[in-house]
T-cell receptor, first 114, second 109 residues
Framework: NAGVTQTPKFQVLKTGQSMTLQCAQD?????MYWYRQDPGMGLRLIYY???????DKGEVPNGYNVSRLNKREFSLRLESAAPSQTSVYFC?????????????FGAGSRLTVL | TQLLEQSPQFLSIQEGENLTVYCNSS?????LQWYRQEPGEGPVLLVT?????EVKKLKRLTFQFGDARKDSSLHITAAQPGDTGLYLC?????????FGDGTTLTVKP
């Protein structure tokens, strides 16, 4: 299984440009998440989708929008990129079993905003 | 906001030494996970603990969940260069995980 697939792996944008990060999972997980990771700051939750058709804000949602296209796909859109959005973005999906929570992550998308 | 504090932030040791990484919070979590991340890759789950006081062992790694389910520790025995990486703890409630800032471990041969 491919697990969680993110595209693109790398992207350079100019301030004010827009772009969409794509994420797909083939594990039939209900929940999907977008995190950003900055040096020394761990992973911060941007948006999540507990199930198909629902989305909710996380810790740092400003400047982002998301779409849960179907059960497999969850995209993250930057409408007007800012240098503060330079980061590594990770998509993840969640499997719950016996009360435990397991996040499976993609390989990340490194975004630079000039 | 549920905060998780990890310590130390950086750790550089010689092969064969033992080490402990701590993850502390003032919040109670229904479960806590430890992940390991290598450069250019996403975090990979090492273990999940659910019950207060729970201890899990994974080869040379020992994970403990505090009795009050607010803190956890990761102990590595006889560290090897292959253990080098970023170790992240995450506390989970209601399907959302909050991550600590991570501990960067370097094990020198």
């Amino acid at each position: 299984n491919a697990g969680v697939t993110q595209t693109p792996k790398f992207q350079v944008l100019k301030t004010g440009q827009s772009m969409t990060l794509q994420c797909a999972q083939d594990m039939n997980h209900n929940s999907m998440y977008w995190y950003r990771q900055d040096p020394g700051m761990g992973l911060r939750l941007i948006y999540y989708s507990a199930s198909e058709g629902t989305t909710d804000k996380g810790e740092v949602p400003n400047g982002y929008n998301v779409s849960r296209l179907n059960k497999r796909e969850f995209s993250l859109r930057l409408e007007s990129a800012a240098p503060s959005q330079t980061s590594v973005y990770f998509c993840a999906s969640r499997f719950t079993s016996s009360g435990a929570n397991v996040l499976t992550f993609g390989a990340g998308s490194r975004l630079t905003v000039l | 906001t549920q905060l998780l504090e990890q310590s130390p932030q950086f750790l550089s040791i010689q092969e064969g030494e033992n080490l402990t990484v701590y993850c502390n919070s003032s919040s109670v979590f229904s479960s806590l996970q430890w992940y390991r991340q290598e450069p250019g890759e996403g975090p990979v789950l090492l273990v999940t603990v659910v019950t207060g006081g729970e201890v899990k062992k994974l080869k040379r790694l020992t994970f403990q969940f505090g009795d009050a389910r607010k803190d956890s520790s990761l102990h590595i025995t006889a560290a090897q260069p292959g253990d080098t990486g970023l170790y992240l703890c995450a506390g989970t409630n209601a399907g959302k995980s909050t991550f600590g800032d991570g501990t960067t471990l370097t094990v020198k041969p």
